[in-house]
């Protein structure tokens, strides 16, 4: 089957603009995270979705980052207001179960803030 | 809290000789361990885990790791390298945070195979 993807998977934008990064998880899946992967910072947890619950944000960094998952499947990561720091590559998982499951990533969404 | 040290963010070897990266965990509750690798402009990709099982587990591409609680270690090896093995590799440890696994990487190895 398909595996999780992400869209776009470039993404060149302006200081000050808003930016949707969208992740397609694997089908079944009921958690999907949210990563960034920065130049000397490593992988970096952001916000995760479990089924219905609500997210665990403690990840996000600022309050000008948000993240939705509609009807249990797909998400968004907004980020508003971009700054040059946010420049990263944001990387999407799912998982079908909680504990020693494997978390299957996406191609990531290389985001550069100009 | 849960924590993950590699040890070397950058390795090189040569093509057939023996892959060692260095991965050292910390961790107050008995832990799950996974080794990722991240090929160029790619996700990244499971290549073994540890769940309390067998302590040496064998993953794909002939990779394998020990799980070693007195040291608390989880190297990952392969005996004899290949130019495709070329990537970066994580180690990360799994915390279970209200019954949700959450996962903590290391900040990764880059390893490089001179022909």
């Known amino acids: 089957g398909a595996g999780v993807s992400q869209s776009p998977s470039n993404k060149v934008t302006e200081k000050g603009k808003d930016v949707e990064l969208r992740c397609d998880p694997i089908?079944?899946?009921?958690?999907l995270y949210w990563y960034r992967q920065s130049l000397g910072q490593g992988l970096e947890f952001l916000i995760y979705?479990?089924?219905?619950?609500?997210?665990?944000k403690s990840g996000l960094p600022s309050d000008r980052f948000s993240a939705e998952r509609t009807g249990g499947s797909v998400s968004t990561l907004t980020i508003q207001r971009t700054q040059q720091e946010d420049s990263a590559v944001y990387l999407c998982?799912?998982?079908?179960?909680?504990?020693?499951?494997?978390?299957?990533f996406g191609p990531g969404t290389r985001l550069t803030v100009l | 809290a849960q924590s993950v040290t590699q040890l070397g963010s950058h390795v090189s070897v040569s093509e057939g000789a023996l892959v060692l990266l260095r991965c050292n965990y910390s961790?107050?509750?008995?832990?799950?361990l996974f080794w990722y690798v991240q090929y160029p402009n790619q996700g990244l990709q499971l290549l073994l885990k540890?769940?309390?099982?067998?302590?040496l587990v064998k993953g794909i591409n002939g990779f394998e790791a020990e799980f070693k609680k007195s040291e608390t270690s989880f190297h990952l090896t392969k005996p004899s390298a290949h130019m495709s093995d070329a990537a970066e590799y994580f180690c990360a440890v799994s915390t279970l945070i209200q019954g949700a696994q959450k996962l903590v990487f290391g900040q990764g190895t880059r390893l490089t195979i001179n022909p």
């Open positions: 540890y769940t309390s099982a067998a302590t």
């Open positions: 998982a799912s998982l079908s179960g909680y504990t020693t499951d494997t978390q299957y």
């Open positions: 961790s107050s509750v008995p832990p799950y």
């Open positions: 089908s079944g899946h009921t958690a």
């Open positions: 979705f479990q089924g219905n619950s609500a997210p665990d």
